[in-house]
């Protein structure tokens, strides 16, 4: 099943957080505008509005009230796409220019500092400070982690542990927070919405693995960037970590640095690949996707909770 | 009278606003730490936070609550310095290297995110939604002035009303926003929060136009980088407008571009003086003083509104 037929009987609501999505990015400036509407036209899973929307379905669902905390999410995520690509000096993203490569550095800074405060104003529509903190918390570990990022670049001494807090903060805490404020908004009980966060949580760490390993097994087509672009920038991401306990695969990955030439790095993709570094990336994954299935079991059963298994479960398992 | 001597009464209180803003910046990163306090170190007038000190005392005044609000205000005023650096491609500020030239651009860009963050994080601590509304809604202003500020450089066709709407967002919606937070922080009348807000807003607005005019009347000494700095990096500040009303230091200006060189702009600036530019910049940020006068006699009259009345007149006339 593709992953958006899962979730159809969402559409109608779908549609309405694009709308408020594609209003709230457009702006008195006509180039703030465009960037944003650049980068929206460029698609996406749009994963954690959808998050924010199901976990809504566990209190009393309104979606008047909940697209304001979709949209916020989603904005957050790109306004970290767009100061990420900056820090990576990517020129291509979902086989689109970056908004730094089409405009400059300079614009993709406050491009990405609008739509985070763009986010934040979203936010306190729902009249509830606990939901605000919650949100403030999540964009300083996601600060954190982006950080983390730019320290790490290129240091091939690091371990697992730093790499698995690393996209914790980047990644699996902002879908955490997705789960965790849907449920907030939507007033479900608090046990609920700790238990959504910490389901979030899981599915995010399964997500973000899944992710680093498609950077050396997808193709170009698949991944709109050639393949190991995360490496090439510095990224040094659990595929890598595991290729490294191979000393030839070793010997080639602690070389890479950014003039590193597409030939080369084909070459150094395929050493990874005969390695077993990608069957145990898969196997971390899919650890984490069984605790957050051991969590859902421990929620009330309905629709929703099995489109999060669904949803879950084709993450963990995607090859795009 | 001294700057500083004027609200003596508050020192205690600011050391511990002093005291909590380095424990905020403070962080697991050595590098981050070291920018932060690079930043604060460069010292800088904590005009924001004694604005949301003064501007408590209108209510039920406890340190211990106001200051997570004073500590946010100017962490905002200091991330937002980070990022305008880069975009102005700044060397120096107050003396001292910037963090884009010390660092990078991209990792001024993270410091600057996670000061932002830090200081949401911080607001939240107040549980009054109303209050996180007016801060989030205050950044999207600033955002939008500093986007303004990019598009707006070097062109030296706009007008007297694009010059305020971008100071109103750059500057002056913050200092009101330090106003109304401080007094909403003590629980002050709403009454009483929008009148403070209102004066912080003509203060702000005087309080930039003397620091557009010192960019041309103070000494490098004084101002910590050389004289003529803004018009170098394009900004089109209120003594430009009023010189270019005269033909000869029209075509100059008009001429001037990133790489004038220091002599050219010399006699560039001498030129502006010998205009009635300083004059006319002088008389526009008196004219927003006395505003912010007539402002502060509707308030209760105590020794905070003595000490607005000072601080307001010393901003507006200050040589540095």
Redesign the interface.
Known sequence: MKLKAMYSFLNADLRAVEKELEETVR???A??SEAALHLLQAGGKRIRPVFVLLAAKFGTYDIERVKHVAVALELIHMASLV?DD??DDAELRRGRQTIKAKWS???A??????M???S??L??R????RA??IL??T??E???G???Q??DKYRFDQNLRCYLRRIKRKTALLIAASCQLGAIAANAAKEVADRLNLFGYYVGMSFQITDDILDFTGTEAQLGKPAGSDLLQGNVTLPVLFAMEDERARERITAVHPKTTPDEMKEIIALIKQTDAIEKSYALSDRYLQKAFRVLETLPKNKARSTLYDIAKYIGKRDS
Chains 1, 2 share one sequence.
């Open positions: 702006s008195d400036y180039q703030l100061h900056v820090i550095n300079r614009f800074m406050y491009a990405g500092d609008y985070f405060a763009r934040l104003e936010m306190t729902l009249e509830n400070p605000h903190r403030a918390n964009i300083v996601v600060c954190r982006e950080i983390e730019i320290k």
